[in-house]
Antibody, heavy 121, light 107 residues
Framework: HVQLEQSGAEVKKPGSSVKVSCKTS????????IAWVRQAPGQGLEWMGR????????NFAQSFGGRLTLTADTHTSTIFLELNSLRSEDTAMYFC??????????????WGQGTLVTVSS | DIQMTQSPSSLSASVGDRVTITCQAS??????LSWYQQRPGRVPKLLIY???NLETGVPSRFSGSGSGTHFTLTISSLQPEDVATYYC?????????FGQGTKLVIK
């Protein structure tokens, strides 16, 4: 299993950006993809995007319209999510999760503890 | 994009009851469907993958079935600790998507 440790809660102003980190351990970093899922207060789960650290390829949900960037630091086994032009609707808990292996796209196996991002003026 | 529709949206059942939650995909997704349990205030937890494979450590009262567009999650004998919201999730192709969730409470 992979352990995922996310950065702490953030409070941001509308129009600003947020960067959330997800540090992994327990398995070789480049052997799995990482997905990001968010959950607005009282709402369901929303897939945001995913990154393949070894291939440096990312895929995103169209609903984020270019506001979302995913990067990987192989030296520290850390994945970063950056969301810009924040709106109040971006207030949510943000989760990173590992994808299972063996196929291009997989179920979500291990999850981080979540990072609460609050967007408020 | 594929839409995932769960039913019911909420469910009340008694301890010991057999509980079934369904998930319908708007297109054929073969077997690429997983189920997650999210207890109140907790992180989602993988229960079932590839439609019917039980994740290691998950109690055997949980089972999944289906293929194509229609899938079910069954709890054979409901326990108090099963109070949670359950989500299906397809990963057949990009973009993956979750169902809207089914909230399960004890009667």
């Amino acid at each position: 299993h992979v352990q995922l440790e996310q950065s702490g809660a953030e409070v941001k102003k509308p129009g600003s950006s947020v960067k959330v980190s997800c540090k992994t351990s327990g398995e070789t970093f480049n052997t799995y993809n990482i997905a990001w899922v968010r959950q607005a207060p009282g709402q369901g789960l929303e897939w945001m995007g995913r990154i393949s650290p070894v291939h440096e390829i990312s895929n995103f949900a169209q609903s984020f319209g270019g506001r979302l960037t995913l990067t990987a630091d192989t030296h520290t086994s850390t994945i970063f999510l950056e969301l810009n032009s924040l709106r109040s609707e971006d207030t949510a808990m943000y989760f990173c999760a590992t994808e299972g292996k063996g196929r291009f796209l997989q179920f979500l196996h291990d999850w981080g503890q979540g990072t609460l991002v609050t967007v408020s003026s | 994009d594929i839409q995932m529709t769960q039913s019911p949206s909420s469910l009340s059942a008694s301890v010991g009851d057999r509980v079934t939650i369904t998930c319908q995909a708007s297109q054929d997704i073969s077997k690429f469907l997983s189920w997650y349990q999210q207890r109140p205030g907790r992180v989602p937890k993988l229960l079932i993958y590839d439609a019917s494979n039980l994740e290691t450590g998950v109690p055997s009262r949980f089972s999944g079935s289906g293929s194509g567009t229609h899938f079910t999650l069954t709890i054979s004998s409901l326990q108090p600790e099963d109070v949670a919201t359950y989500y299906c999730h397809h990963y057949d192709h990009l973009p993956p998507a979750f169902g809207q969730g089914t909230k399960l409470v004890i009667k």
